[in-house]
């Protein structure tokens, strides 16, 4: 086997624990737009999936996915309905494991490791890639008892409340809560729940957040407070969201991929259209798929 070092945690918190898993492929170190002069070309790649197919039983749901991820970049996935967005999103952390009839063709690398290769730890791989859902799901605990829980079962107990006051901080929630940390998670508004699930996330010090439609259940005030915590989180963590909200797309992510039906599919399957940077996708994409879904003729 082969150690993975990761990601450099910022220089206030402690390294990470080193993952181990298989290395299957070299690391990738470049990724480019489609003219190949975009901002972001230089930075480091974090996933890079490559012909990915995932199927539930015999039915396909995305087909033959490559698309890399950059570091310290929002990446938002965009889409149709029943197009595999929250399929692929899953498929980052490992998340699909569970379904019944569950497979994966092609490779998802992490730092140019196979999370799918034999001998992956995947309790490891969910603490090194975090995940908040669509819903706010704070456990019936204290405010305090939801950002310690991860930490404590993995056995970083050191500096326990240091290391959930800068988890509350990060989610820009501690000035909130910081006099009611023993009172029940419950008691929080919907906004500060899914800012508690993200400092749930973020206390076991990940390398990346995926974010799973993560302001669809609140209202717009809360919305705002998310996206602009967003814009903070990217400067520690590589973030993949998933949205059906457009205009959150194109105010919060600085790449967008665009997943439709394959028309060419004899059955409905996900397939990847269109993955550049924001700008482009939404004032000059290059497919007409694109276009017509971000100008609302269809989706």
């Not at 170190?29 to 230089?42: M, P």
């Not at 909130?176 to 023993?182: C, G, I, Q």
């Not at 990217?234 to 959150?248: D, G, L, P």
């Amino acid at each position: 086997m082969t150690e993975l070092a990761g990601a450099q945690a910022p220089s206030a918190l402690p390294p990470p624990p080193r993952m181990r898993i298989v290395a299957d492929g070299a690391p990738a170190t470049r990724a480019a737009g489609r003219d190949g002069a975009a901002a972001q070309a230089d930075r480091e790649i974090v996933f890079d999936l490559r012909d990915v197919t995932v199927r539930y039983g015999a039915k396909p749901a995305i087909a033959h996915i490559t698309l890399p991820i950059q570091r310290n970049v929002v990446t938002a996935i965009i889409g149709p309905s029943g197009c595999g967005k929250s399929t692929f999103l899953r498929c980052l952390n490992r998340m699909n494991d569970s379904i019944p009839g569950f497979s994966i063709s092609g490779q998802v690398l992490y730092h140019g490791h196979d999370l799918y290769a034999a001998g992956v730890d995947r309790v490891e791989v969910r603490r090194r890639i975090g995940m908040v859902f669509q819903k706010p799901n704070p456990f019936a605990k204290s405010i305090y008892d939801n950002v310690a829980w991860a930490a404590r079962n993995l056995g970083l107990k050191e500096a326990l409340d240091d290391r959930v006051e800068r988890a509350l901080r990060g989610a820009a929630l501690w000035d909130e809560v910081k006099d009611r940390l023993k009172a029940s998670a419950l008691g929080l508004s919907g906004g500060q729940q899914q800012r508690l699930c993200i400092a749930r996330a973020i206390a076991i010090e990940p390398d990346a957040l995926l974010l799973d439609e993560p302001a669809s259940a609140l209202d717009p005030i809360a919305t705002a407070a998310i996206e602009e915590l967003m814009h903070t989180l990217k400067r520690r963590y590589t973030i993949v969201i998933v949205t059906h909200n457009m205009q959150q797309a194109a105010r919060v992510a600085d790449r967008t991929a665009f997943f439709s039906l394959d028309p060419t599919s004899a059955e409905p399957v996900g397939a990847l259209v269109e993955y550049d940077d924001t700008q482009t996708i939404f004032t000059n994409p290059a497919d007409s798929r694109t276009r017509d879904y971000v100008s609302g003729r269809f989706g």
